[in-house]
């Protein structure tokens, strides 16, 4: 059952994005669209863990589970198609996708999968308490940040 809920609330999540989405980048190639819709649902989870984390948000244990199902869910999708040659933000706007991504392809998946590994952990001890949680944020966040540090175009 939990399982089917998380699907579910996968699912709206996707879905209510891509509308969005649709609204908002309508010239845009639809890789671009669609993995920035993707990032979208894991800053989503992400804020929700982070806002616990910080105490910004009230810990609550069946909230913190699904985000970290959810980041679990997400990262585990095949998102190849996101990322085409020329959907750089060298070659096309409305992207902060640096060409250096697709130059050095091999550390940006030796940084996902550390991403992974860190959403699994999370994926663990989310729902057991605030302390976990807390411990379990820092490599959560410091994978996120280590591939927007090296392949995302700054503010």
């Known amino acids: 059952m939990k399982t089917l809920t ?3 609330g996968v699912a709206v999540i996707a879905v209510t994005s891509v509308a ?6 309508e010239n845009k190639d639809p890789s671009v669209v669609a993995r920035q819709s993707h990032m979208q649902l894991y800053a989503h989870n992400m804020g929700v ?6 105490g910004k948000i009230d810990y609550d244990a069946d909230a913190a589970q699904s985000a970290a ?3 679990v869910a997400l990262i585990g999708m095949n998102q190849m198609s996101y ?5 750089d933000n060298a070659s096309i706007e409305g992207t902060k996708a640096l060409p250096s991504l697709w ?7 030796v940084i996902n999968a550390n991403f992974s590994a860190a ?3 999370m994926a663990d001890v989310a729902g057991t308490d605030l302390e976990s949680l807390q411990g379990a944020m820092q490599a ?3 994978a996120c940040s280590a591939c927007h540090r090296e392949y995302r175009q700054r503010n």
Do not use: R, S
Request: glycine letters at 14%; a negative charge; charged letters at 20%.
């Open 83 to 87: 990322w085409p040659a020329g959907t």
């Open 20 to 25: 969005f989405a649709d609204e908002a980048h």
């Open 140 to 142: 959560l966040g410091g």
């Open 69 to 71: 199902d959810n980041m």
């Open 49 to 54: 863990l982070g806002g616990m984390a910080q």
């Open 103 to 109: 130059e050095d392809f091999d550390n940006v998946m």
């Open 119 to 121: 959403a699994d952990t």
């Open 6 to 8: 998380l699907f579910a």
